[in-house]
């Protein structure tokens, strides 16, 4: 059991989708490649932010994640 990516996108999009799955109680990582290209002098826009959660919660989020990309 490990960590699952449930989505890549902006910023914006990933932080949204974020609060919906947490309000939910089921915790996330956010992986923000824009932000360590930056740090690093590197330039990344292409689907730079990732969402994850643990495996054994995706059943609890898999109808909020589905909501959310049929909203997008």
Same mark, same amino acid.
């Given at each position: 059991?490990?960590?699952?990516?449930?989505?890549?996108?902006?910023?914006? %999009?990933?932080?949204?989708? =974020?609060?919906?799955?947490? *309000?939910?109680?089921? $915790? /996330?990582? %956010?992986?923000?490649?824009? =932000?360590?290209?930056?740090? *690093?002098?590197?330039? $990344? /826009?292409? %689907?730079?932010?990732?969402?994850?959660?643990?495996?054994?919660?995706?059943?609890?989020?898999?109808?909020?994640?589905?909501?959310?990309?049929?909203?997008?």
């Amino acid at each position: 059991m490990g960590l699952m990516k449930i989505f890549s996108g902006s910023e914006i %999009l990933a932080q949204a989708l =974020q609060q919906k799955i947490e *309000a939910t109680g089921v $915790n /996330t990582v %956010l992986k923000n490649n824009i =932000q360590s290209a930056r740090l *690093a002098g590197f330039g $990344n /826009t292409d %689907l730079a932010v990732e969402v994850f959660i643990q495996e054994v919660d995706f059943g609890k989020a898999n109808q909020v994640i589905e909501e959310f990309r049929m909203s997008i």
